[in-house]
């Protein structure tokens, strides 16, 4: 029986992972493709992306009622539309405090926790948008951050299926191990090391930046489980196949970004967030 058991795990698994495989198939290319040609492409997918996300979490918590929806949308569709329209910083400041007063609301047991959910999009709208607003290097920076989060996603599961070993956190994550992490964090320095190869930045530089992602990524995804944990959910939603929904395939670009916009801001200022963080 339990020979049986094991064998069926591991035919689900095996299932699942070639579903992970086909839908990044699609899904990636698509995310390049309209990152490349960046404008009000990219604010459109990230804007509703980010609608989708802000509703996965209200899901997770519990309060996923109309009126805390809809007047959440309709924060984060107005970001999506200054964002197109470049207006001042100070709309957007105005913004995200609108759409923390109107969750604040509209919010029932867990004010607190829908909140942060609607700050935890915003997040990652303002973040996705900026790094990619940089007319000449908005693109390239993008596709770092990308392929370091997606590098990191993959050499960390196949390093810890192979390797296996001790548990990373297993109260909050139990697949997750010490190997995965490690596997994840040097397929991370490769990503630098291949952009450093074609002069896209300086090598020391871009190494440290994409240690820094790759763990920051790491711990969003540690992040987005300890919340689902919380709330005894396994998935935030289903529709992505073999990856859950946009939480679950998100939650490690999000934290990335938001870091990356943050040092591109510090170093480039509003308009050259992507030079700011490529150029050292």
Known sequence: MTGSNTASTGGQEGRNLLLRIAASLVLAPMAVAVAYFGGWLWTGLVTVATIGLYVEWLTVIGERRLPLVLSGVVVLLAMGWAEIERFHVTDVSALVVLGAAVAAIFSRDRRNWAVAGLGYALAA???????RRDPALGFAALMFVLLVVWVTDIGGYFAGRLIGGPKLWPRVSPK?????????????????????????GKTIWLLLL????????????????????????????????GHGGLMD???GFVAAIVLAAIFGFLRGGV???GRGLMVW
């Open 249 to 251: 395939r998100l939650d």
């Open 210 to 241: 994409a240690a820094a992602l790759s763990i920051v990524s790491q711990l969003g995804d540690l992040f987005e489980s300890a919340v689902k944990r919380k709330f005894g959910v396994k998935d935030s939603s289903h529709l992505i196949p």
């Open 176 to 200: 997750k191990t010490w190997a995965g992490s490690v596997g994840g964090f040097a397929a991370s320095l490769g990503v630098a090391a291949g952009f450093a190869a074609y002069d896209l």
């Open 271 to 273: 308009d050259g967030v």
């Open 125 to 131: 709208s303002i973040a996705s948008s900026a790094v």
